[in-house]
């Protein structure tokens, strides 16, 4: 699993802009959709700490408010070692959209997690649903 490069660099920009203050915990995401479009997004702290919200939802929110439904690839930057990959919750919203994309995590030191959206998280669901 390589990271694509113009991912990877949306997803450091992000990282760098992230809003954490009480963790200091940086993450930062950039994904592209069938169309070519990419998103990015980084995770943002709240003092109730519910209310926070991880980098790949940031991701997703941007892509769905933008009118788009699926992705093909995510890149998720993070310092920790190994690499953070995508908690519960985010792989539950990614699988919504694509359980067929490819998820690459990636830390400062190059090292990589990567594999399919089923492979992170193989019981996900999807309700039936009219578009």
Request: charged share 15%; with cysteine; aromatic share 10%.
């Amino acid at each position: 699993w390589q990271p694509d490069p113009e991912l990877l660099a949306l997803a450091k920009a992000a990282f760098a802009r992230a809003y954490a203050p009480y963790s200091k915990f940086h993450v930062g995401a950039a994904l592209r959709t069938p169309s070519g479009q990419v998103f990015s997004g980084a995770n943002v702290e709240n003092a109730s700490y519910g209310l926070g919200r991880c980098a790949e939802q940031s991701t997703i929110q941007a892509m769905a408010s933008a009118g788009e439904r699926q992705f093909t690839d995510i890149v998720v930057y993070s310092e920790a070692v190994p690499p953070a990959s995508p908690c519960g919750a985010c792989r539950q919203v990614l699988f919504e959209f694509s359980p067929e994309a490819t998820v690459v995590c990636v830390n400062q030191h190059g090292e990589i997690i990567g594999g399919y959206v089923r492979d992170f998280l193989p019981h996900g669901f999807r309700l039936e649903h009219s578009s």
